[in-house]
């Protein structure tokens, strides 16, 4: 079972910053938290993930609460492109599969 | 570089029938998972494999089977089809980033039994 919450859909005008949260309170802690989209028609995208310290990469910002019961994936500049189901997972550090829960439905509006 | 490729993209096959789907995954990658989705819900986890290895089993009966080929790619079968087979299946394989490790996914199988 999936061990994450998050909202069942968000809205976003295009070319504003977008936060979608994700709690996660019995987060252990060897769990690393990924984030994936889905596009429609598509296979999930790795998005970005982390364990403790916020992280950056190109597509995204994860910041990480210090309690690690929660986390949030920022969009700085969300774009019509970013409209899809984003998932948020806990995983151990090993090779382990991925338990996917139903995501947040993001849209964005022109 | 090729990402993970799947074959073949669409499939329809009659109830009672036996299906093969392929993936190829990223060049280097060693370990391939398989997982389902149904319609409006999150992927489903199969079947994963390292190294040729069983290394993991989600809660799907025995009419679901898998193999890794010496090269990596790898196979899933699925036998005596029901209807709520229908789904999207998709295939992974993983990499380590550093911090962990991520999961490169393929467009998917979409199987409709009918």
């Known amino acids: 079972d999936a061990k994450t919450t998050q909202p069942n859909s968000m809205e976003s005008n295009e070319e504003e910053p977008v936060h979608l949260p994700c709690n996660h309170s019995?987060?252990?802690?060897?769990?690393?938290i990924h984030w994936y989209r889905q596009l429609p028609s598509q296979g999930p995208e790795y998005v970005i993930h982390g364990l403790t310290s916020n992280v950056n990469n190109r597509m995204a910002s994860l910041a990480i609460a210090e309690d690690r019961k929660s986390s949030t994936l920022i969009l700085h500049r969300a774009t019509l492109r970013d409209a899809a189901v984003y998932y948020c997972i806990l995983s151990e550090k090993g090779n382990t599969p991925l338990v996917f829960g139903k995501g947040t439905r993001l849209s964005v509006i022109a | 570089d090729a990402g993970v490729t799947q074959s073949p993209t669409h499939l329809i096959k009659t109830r009672g029938q036996h299906v093969t789907l392929r993936c190829s995954p990223i060049?280097?990658?060693?370990?391939v998972s398989w997982y389902q989705q149904v319609l409006g819900q999150g992927p489903q986890f199969i079947f994963q494999y390292y190294e040729k290895e069983e290394r993991g089993r989600g809660n799907f009966p025995d009419r679901f089977s898998a193999r890794q080929f010496p090269n990596y790619s790898s196979e899933l079968n699925v036998n005596a089809l029901l209807l709520g087979d229908s789904a999207l299946y998709l295939c992974?394989?993983?990499?380590?980033?550093?911090?962990?490790?991520?999961?490169?996914f393929g467009s998917g199988t979409r199987l409709t039994v009918v």
């Open positions: 060049s280097g990658h060693k370990s």
């Open positions: 019995t987060i252990s802690g060897t769990d690393y």
């Open positions: 992974a394989s993983s990499f380590w980033s550093g911090i962990g490790y991520g999961y490169t």
